[in-house]
């Protein structure tokens, strides 16, 4: 890349927004219906106690996987543990889960879960029970659109597949996995046609960060409705990638926040709340108008971060603020999820902006932001740091 040029140099030709596909089709009593339920929904955003229960919570079901990735948080492995939660623990924690009581989102994730043969039977009982189930699969052979109707038919509503390139042999090298780029898009196009939405997650680093505005088009091309943009945690095998260098990380999330006006597709950032701070500069909007999906997974008005909003849950049980933030804080063969998640000293610590230390604590945007709280634990050891890839200087003493 020539000096002083972009990490960022090709530009995305604008389009229109198209939020939700189906609401031009619907009856005026169907209509009538949806608006009310919109209503419903935003009334619960608007109140959403993150002290209370998380928007969404990650369900690493097992950490078996077919794949190698670079940057594989979870560190999977061929085989599955013989330590993982049963079908009976597995039942009794998605129990517990409803009884957070505001429908959280329950994203099953791994590893792949689909190495999980009990796997569609959870989520049928997870949607029962008023949970909001998506599926992060892996793009194997297992992905077939037999599997991805069972997923559909069993509850699941939207399915999130990972893209770290626009180059297939860039991606594939990512993967560790040869042909990885087709069975991706081939899986994309099973579950479209199992009619579950697309989500694509991304996770930049300094190696594939030149490839994000090609794969705006092509998020475009496959009918996604969310990219989710995993700026980099150096841990499990993504400690041995590059992390984008400070200013880096602000001129992509500078990047996707004009990108984001023009796309039809949502966009969030996730590993840097930073995106918040940069939208109110940007629009002088400090919360989000919420986001509403005809999947129904909908995004909150207030920012979700590491235990704050969000909850992980290991495939031994153990509860952690996020997958990045490998911090035990209980576990669900002995606790209430519900419990750890609302009392024990990491969750409420992580949850009180007046606990951040250094530029964090002192920062005007601490409320709407806070920090990467796993990658200041990932660099520093300490998840209330500040978090070293933000080049904000706090302008004044926080409201
Ligand atoms: S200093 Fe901390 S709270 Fe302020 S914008 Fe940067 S990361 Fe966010």
Redesign the pocket.
């Known amino acids: 890349m020539p000096r002083g040029a972009s990490v960022l140099d090709t530009e995305v030709r604008p389009t229109p927004k198209i939020r939700l596909k189906v609401v031009a089709q619907m009856t005026s009593t169907v209509r009538e219906q949806a608006a009310s339920a919109r209503q419903e929904r935003d009334s619960r955003m608007v109140v959403a106690d993150f002290d209370q229960a998380p928007f969404t919570i990650a369900w690493e079901l097992t950490r078996a996987c077919a794949y190698a990735c670079q940057h594989c948080r979870a560190d999977a492995q061929p085989r599955r543990d013989p330590r993982e939660l049963d079908t009976t623990e597995a039942m009794s924690l998605i129990e517990q889960l409803a009884a957070f009581g505001n429908r959280p989102i329950l994203v099953l994730t791994g590893g792949d879960p689909l190495m999980r043969r009990d796997l569609f039977d959870l989520a049928r009982y997870a949607d029962e029970l008023g949970l909001r189930v998506s599926l992060t699969p892996t793009a194997t052979a297992l992905a077939t659109e037999q599997r991805m109707r069972q997923a559909r038919a069993a509850g699941i509503r939207r399915v999130a597949f990972s893209v770290d390139a626009a180059d297939p042999l860039t991606h594939d090298s990512f993967r560790g996995f040869s042909g990885s780029f087709a069975r991706t898009r081939a899986a994309i196009a099973a579950a479209t046609e199992a009619e579950l939405s697309i989500q694509i997650n991304t996770t930049v680093c300094a190696t594939n960060v030149s490839e994000l505005p090609v794969m705006a088009e092509q998020l475009e091309q496959w009918g996604a409705v969310q990219w989710s943009v995993f700026f980099l945690v150096p841990v499990g095998r993504g400690a041995n990638l590059p992390l984008l260098s400070p200013t880096q990380h602000e001129e992509v999330l500078g990047w996707l926040s004009d990108l984001s006006q023009r796309v039809p597709f949502d966009i969030k950032a996730t590993a840097a709340?930073?995106y918040r701070?940069i939208l109110h500069q940007r629009t002088g909007r400090t919360m989000g108008a919420g986001f509403h999906y005809s999947d129904g997974l909908d995004r909150p008005v207030r920012g979700v971060n590491d235990g704050r909003g969000f909850m992980f849950i290991s495939h031994l049980g153990e509860v952690m603020p996020s997958g990045f933030l490998t911090l035990p804080a209980g576990n669900v063969r002995d606790s209430s999820p519900v419990d750890i998640y609302r009392q024990s000293t990491i969750f409420t610590s992580l949850r009180d902006p007046g606990a951040l230390k250094g530029?964090?604590g002192r920062?005007e945007?601490?409320e709407v932001?806070?920090?990467s709280r796993a990658r200041a634990y990932a660099l520093t050891g300490d998840p209330l740091e500040?978090?070293p890839s933000?080049p904000?200087e706090?302008a004044a003493a926080p409201v």
Do not use: E
């Open positions: 709340p930073q701070r530029k964090c920062c945007f601490r932001c806070g920090g500040s978090d933000c904000y706090p």
